[in-house]
């Protein structure tokens, strides 16, 4: 019956407005970009992927879609409460061809990168009072997704198996990546670690880099200014991974 097209480039009511008729079967062809996969529950009896071709700005190029993406906007397709069957089609070159279909079918666990942005996520957990010293923040990194995956496939983290064996809660290598964040925010002056008592002060520096969302980025540094701080904006908020 019609055709319609969502992105975010359009206003919001515009957004609605597709939405609602897609739901309603006023359109039966929807045209859209990925991000609706992952925002909206917008079910549908077959998706179609048509390229899989995106530009990265970081990489300044073309680069394949993540297979997350793609596993997400395939789980629109016949959604069980909505619908008994769904079709899904994946549109793309040779090259990427294989690499897909080893992806889809031998699917491997979701490994975490928050060891990456441990500090900023440290510094933000301080500023809001959530953690005050080092066992605090210990405790804390034991609700992330970085140590359950730490707990299930240890030598994904450079822990060995002995240490894994002889420390199976891994209390000792969290206290190292939380003291090592730690000493990392205090040489950058965003909160003072104590390291007899092991308490954490926040600074006026780190609750400005928390609340305006500043992530540190120490590989922009030259060698000689690595004394200096140097911050990132993130357009969304930090959340624990």
Known sequence: NGLGIHHAGMLRNDRKLSEQMFNDGAIKVLCCTATLAWGINLPAHTVVVKGTEVYNPEKGGAVDLSILDVQQ??????????????????????????????????????????VKQLADHLNAEAVGGTVTNIQEAVTWLAYTYLYVRMCRNPIAYSISADQHDDNPMLRERSKELIEGAAKEIDMHRMLHYDRASGNLAVTDFGRVASRRILILDLNLLQPSMKCLPIYLIQMTPISAI
């Open 73 to 114: 906007i395939f789980g629109s397709a016949g959604c069980p409460q909505f619908d008994t069957s769904g079709e899904a089609t994946l549109i793309t070159s040779h090259d990427s061809l294989a690499p897909y279909l080893d992806k889809l079918i031998k699917a491997v666990p979701i490994e975490s990168n928050f």
